[in-house]
């Protein structure tokens, strides 16, 4: 039984944990939050490209590190620990991995590389409004090189420079590809409970686009991405979940109430003794998440899904119990409460909704019981 | 990251395939929670045999050192058995709680003739021990024994009550804690003994639990006389004696009970939805339920996956397997619960004949309440995740300085 990371990960980990308590965390985290103008930290940006986290999972034939997946998650989790206000979600957890996933050596060449310097933003388009969107429900069209259409929201879509766009494509839906810097692409930035990171809305008149993978493929396509992502968003999360434990329980050896630490009190114990018991399942479920995808295991749809719900419920009940164990402290804006507390809703509903994963943990299950 | 045995752990579990394949029946199905066929006598005669079995093969103590009758291995060896054990149909309960908790206590604080006498004999199955802590005013505050003892010449006299003992009506030995100072502080007044279980002044009656069965005892103790070098540790130490004890407690990995996702996944195929359209597995509430059950049973299963890889590097895993049986009571109960809502009015019938997986799920219902308390409350078990992995401040202690026979009782 080896069910863990290896040394060389966790080695990986303490690095980039040192290396984000410098250069990111709150601080940098509000520097976006508090200036409307900026939708990224763009030195945070330039530090993470320079280590070569960006192309940590990209082969190393295309300017990556050609380190595995479970590299990746480490760095995750971190990332989401830390709050970090950057499009790295969007450019390797969804583009990149679109683009390894479906895309022809050529699209690879031109994009990956580009990635891995850091000098390529990516996001990933799928919602076009209200509700989870579903094979019927993409209006967005691709017809003869040209797209038409509208995504909102599309999370770091104020600042890429390329999108992956799922749309109707004669009979089917397809993968597209689109650079944003083009006269088609219309944007306008919007005000999201997450200010920390960018978001917009998209709009494409007859923009020059490409087919990423095949013709027709483009609905089951988005879910192998949205299944890889998902594992890697989990990560973020738990990362997200043991921050927030952390904070509240050195609050509560510190603050005293009644002649004494409140973190004496059952009723603070058992609520930080729940968050502890969430965040284990949650990472339980991730490190699962992680083998399969690292080992691109059958049991990735399952993982994924599990691994995404869990860490959904997890942030979500660590985000808000740490606001309570701050009292009205946590109430303010010059606590760091509430930018865990915005982050775990932006991580929650991007990339399907925690009721949405749920749904599919249980007709994989169906699935998998069927074959 | 893999989910494999080193070279030396496969080798080990082949060997124990090996051994439960020669001795024992395998299980009819994974899920398995068939009920003893066999009469309690016949049940006890085939447990000590495979026991016997079990400490000749090397099988017993395997974590045990080599002086002790043991093997000498890593826990994870220990863990790798359970595994393997666990798909058969072997009659191993009844020495869980005197191999894993009561005799390592006696290897801990005795003296050589000590040991000689005693763990032998446990270890081939010969003598059954049972744990007597509780008390009716002593659960979640064990400390708060009033059970007492009074020295008699070489004997101590022991008068009280213990309660919850499982096993305690056909067990032989016993290690018993006791108040034999109630003019100090109530954690330093309490020594531990061996007792003998046949002696004179001895009573054993069974519990009658709301679930319908008798699984516990309550244990009376009527001027029973145990001699002074039946203690294990000195006078006034037991608390820290105990402690060992209850240590030795979160070694013993616990598994589920009851019917799991798996089972209500099937059943919920079979009932109709609240809405009367089609079935309960396609009724989205359900479902929701449904992700959560397995998140939280795959959860489980692979945080022990995670304890077992370092047990597997030789490292110890700490309080943190508390959290198996707060997720798991809680999750015992409400799919019990879930399944007998959606059987509607049907569901208030427990009877095998008539019932879904022959009352399964109604005795989840009825058994899960006693979960939650046994071995440690969700409440305690809670309090230990809070203190000892978390590292918050014990609650306030209103019993400190004073002595045991001054404190508070109430009812």
């Known amino acids: ?371 | 990251m893999d989910f494999n045995d080193t070279p030396e752990e496969a080798k080990f579990r082949a060997e124990a395939r090996a051994f439960l394949e020669a001795n024992c029946k395998p299980k009819a199905a994974e899920n398995d929670r068939m009920n003893r066929s066999l009469n309690p006598a016949e049940y006890m005669k085939a447990a000590k045999a495979y026991q016997k079995k079990k400490a000749e093969a090397g099988f017993a103590g395997i974590t045990w050192a080599k002086e002790q009758g043991g093997r000498g291995l890593p826990p994870i060896f220990a863990v790798i058995f359970n595994q393997e054990e666990a798909k058969f149909d072997a009659p191993a309960g009844v020495f869980a709680i005197g191999l894993g908790m009561c005799v390592p206590t006696v290897i801990a604080f005795s003296d050589e003739a000590t040991k000689d006498r005693y763990v032998a004999k446990a270890l081939r199955g010969e003598e059954i021990w049972c744990q007597l802590f509780s008390e009716p005013g002593a659960g979640s505050d064990v400390a708060a024994s009033k059970t007492k003892a009074v020295r008699d010449g070489d004997d101590w006299i022991v008068n009280g009550q213990k309660v919850w003992t499982t096993g305690a009506h056909f067990s032989d030995f016993g290690i018993l804690l006791v108040r034999t100072n109630p003019d100090v502080e109530k954690h330093k007044g309490l020594t531990m003994f061996i007792v003998d279980m046949k002696a004179k002044g001895v009573e054993a009656r069974p519990i009658h639990q709301m679930s319908g069965g008798r699984d516990f005892n309550e244990v009376y103790f009527t001027d029973v006389r145990i001699p002074d070098a039946n203690r294990l540790g000195d006078p006034g130490q037991g608390w820290g004696v105990a402690l060992v004890t209850l240590m030795n407690e979160r070694l013993a990995v616990g598994g589920s009970y009851g019917p799991d996702y798996k089972e209500i996944f099937e059943f919920a195929k079979t009932v109709n939805a609240p809405n009367g359209e089609g079935a309960l597995i396609k009724d989205e509430a359900f479902r929701m339920k449904l992700a959560d059950w397995i998140v939280r049973a795959e959860g489980y299963k692979l945080a022990k996956f995670r304890t077992m890889t370092a047990l597997s590097k030789g490292q110890t895993p700490g309080p943190e397997s508390s959290i198996g049986k707060v997720i798991n009571a809680n999750q015992m109960m409400d799919i019990g619960n879930t399944a007998i809502e959606a059987l509607d009015h049907y569901g208030i019938i427990n009877d095998a004949e008539y019932a879904p997986l022959e009352g399964a799920f109604h005795q989840s219902y009825m058994f899960a309440p006693g979960l939650r308390i046994a071995g440690g409350t969700d409440e305690i078990l809670k309090n230990i995740l809070a203190e000892r992995v978390l590292g918050l401040p014990q609650d306030v202690r209103v019993d400190k300085g004073v002595a045991f026979k001054d404190l508070p009782t109430g009812r």
């Not at chain 1, 940098?28 to 530090?47: E, G, P, Q």
Request: with cysteine; net charge neutral.
């Open chain 1, 1 to 371: 039984m080896n069910f863990d990371f290896s040394d060389d990960q966790k080695s990986l980990k303490d690095e980039a944990r040192k290396f984000l308590t410098d250069k990111a965390g709150a601080k940098v985290t509000r520097r976006v939050l508090d200036d409307a103008k900026i939708s990224y930290d763009a030195n945070l940006w330039k530090d993470v490209a320079g280590l070569g986290w960006l192309g940590a999972a990209i082969p190393e034939e295309h300017g990556g590190l050609g380190l595995g997946r479970l590299e990746l998650c480490v760095l995750a989790e971190e990332l989401g620990r830390a709050v970090a206000p950057i499009p790295f979600s969007s450019t390797v957890y969804f583009f990149a991995e679109a683009v390894m996933l479906a895309g022809s050596d050529t699209q690879k060449t031109a994009l990956l590389p580009k990635v891995a310097a850091g000098e390529l933003i990516g996001c990933f388009a799928l919602s076009e409004g209200p509700g989870a969107p579903t094979p019927a429900s993409i209006q967005a069209k691709f017809d003869n090189g040209a797209l038409s259409g509208a995504k909102i929201p599309v999370t770091d879509g104020d600042c890429a420079s390329h999108a992956v766009i799922l749309a109707k494509d004669g009979a089917g839906i397809s993968l597209v590809l689109v650079d944003l810097n083009q006269a088609g692409v219309t944007r306008t930035t919007l005000k999201t409970l997450d200010p920390t990171r960018g978001h917009a809305k998209l709009e494409f008149k007859n923009a020059k686009a490409e087919r990423l993978g095949a013709a027709g493929q483009g609905w089951e396509l988005a879910e192998a991405v949205l299944d890889r992502a998902a594992v890697l968003l989990a990560f973020e999360q738990v990362g997200g979940s043991q921050a927030c434990l952390e904070m509240a329980t050195d609050y509560a050896k510190g603050r005293y109430a009644f002649s004494r630490q409140i973190g004496s009190f059952q009723a603070i114990k058992h609520k930080l003794a729940d968050m502890y018991v969430a965040i284990e399942v949650a990472r339980s479920n991730a490190y699962y998440g992680a083998w399969a995808l690292s080992t691109e295991a059958a049991e990735l749809p399952f993982a994924a899904a599990a691994s995404r719900a869990a860490a959904s419920d997890a942030y979500y009940l660590c985000a808000k119990e740490n606001i309570q164990t701050h009292g009205g402290m946590g109430f303010t804006w010059d606590v760091d409460c509430h930018l865990f507390f915005r982050r775990a809703k932006l991580l929650a509903v991007q990339a399907g909704a925690p009721a949405v994963w749920k749904e599919k943990l249980v007709k994989r299950l169906e699935q998998r019981n069927a074959a």
